[in-house]
């Protein structure tokens, strides 16, 4: 597995060589010195609960998002491209509210022999309880402007596992495909690259 320092060095590359838009450096500037996105998880105890794992956890949606847009028949039957900035906007930060809201802590669970242990984990503390997708959109808007349909992919990147209702999910999907391409990749991202 990478070092948190190497999945750091990925993304910054991968950020530096695909995002440029105004106040792009500012919020990488937020990202490695006033927030814990590289040393943070991307979830309690589920996928890639772990110091590092929202920063891994954004390559491998990158990856993923990429993967999916490369294929033919989303090019050529569904007509759906974006820049590569769009690309590395929508899928490397689309999970920024995952920031400053891991606090470390303790539970206890039963060991192989039955007996009660303490082991480590995190428990979520969200002092700015905006939202998921959408507290996403509101932390980037206050660097850079977002195109709508940056802003619709990271805003819907949960897609139809969210708590929303079903309807204006789809009819969001209808309006801006990308959103089903983030959400598609994200879920491959959770599911089959970092279960357990």
Known sequence: ???????????????????????????????????????????TRFHN????????????????LKDYLARER?????????????????????DICKTNVYVRDFRNVKNEQGQWERVPTYRYEDKLPY??????????????????????AIRWHMGFSG????????SAIEKYPLILAVSAADMEATVFMEKG
Do not use: W
């Open 163 to 170: 708590t929303e209702e079903k309807s204006t999910v789809s």
């Open 49 to 64: 609960s772990f110091e590092g794992g929202l920063a891994l956890h954004s390559l491998n949606v990158y990856y993923c």
């Open 131 to 152: 939202g998921h997708g959408e507290k996403s959109v509101y932390m980037i808007s206050g660097f850079m402007r977002l195109t709508r349909e940056e802003a619709m």
């Open 74 to 94: 989303v090019q050529n039957e569904y007509g759906l491209k974006c820049s590569e900035e769009t690309a590395a906007i929508a899928a490397l930060l689309h």
């Open 1 to 43: 597995m990478k070092t948190t320092e190497e999945i750091k060095a990925e993304f910054i590359k991968i950020y530096s060589e695909n995002i440029h838009r105004e106040g792009s450096d500012k919020l990488l500037d937020y990202l490695l010195s006033k927030s814990d996105f590289f040393t943070a998880p991307a979830s």
